[in-house]
């Protein structure tokens, strides 16, 4: 176990598209508890992708601070946008960028958990909001591609 550099804008890696997980092993098992180590140290992320530790899978955990996290989410589908939330947001991998993002207000994502069980979550708000930009990062997007107004992070805190 581990913590990993995060990979930051220019890197090719974020540009590329993420392969499936075909078995959950213990070199996956690992992968995850690296990440969730790198996540919780940043302090400041609530959602990280396997792309953004350099490595082109398509897993990512994600931890609201809410009590229900972490979150250990393989291969996910996106079954059903609704609706629209436009929300200031950055990234681990653009520091010190922040960018209002149109974004589905609720998306309902089927992943295989840890433990290889299929599980269908209904997020709406903020998990919605992550999952869909860590969904982006396995499909080689940065919230940058998004953004519809850059603002500074003073601005943001208003």
Do not use: W
Request: aromatic share 4%.
């Amino acid at each position: 176990m581990g913590i990993r550099n995060i990979v930051t804008e220019g890197d090719e890696v974020l540009r590329k598209r993420s392969k499936e997980v075909s078995e959950i092993n213990d070199r996956i098992r690992e992968l995850f508890e690296d990440m969730k180590e790198t996540l919780y140290k940043t302090g400041n992320g609530i959602g990280l992708a396997a792309p953004q530790v350099g490595i082109l899978k398509r897993m990512i955990v994600i931890d609201l601070g809410d009590g229900n996290g972490p979150m250990e989410i393989i291969n996910p589908v996106i079954l059903e946008q609704q609706g629209e939330q436009v929300e200031v947001e950055g990234c681990l991998s653009v520091p010190g960028v922040f960018g209002e993002v149109k974004r589905p207000a609720r998306m309902v994502v089927e992943y295989t958990n840890l433990k290889g069980k299929k599980v269908k979550v209904d997020a709406t708000d903020l998990l919605a909001r992550c999952l869909s930009h860590e969904i982006d990062h396995l499909d080689g997007i940065l919230f940058t591609d998004k953004v519809i107004r850059y603002v500074e992070l003073s601005e943001e805190k208003e």
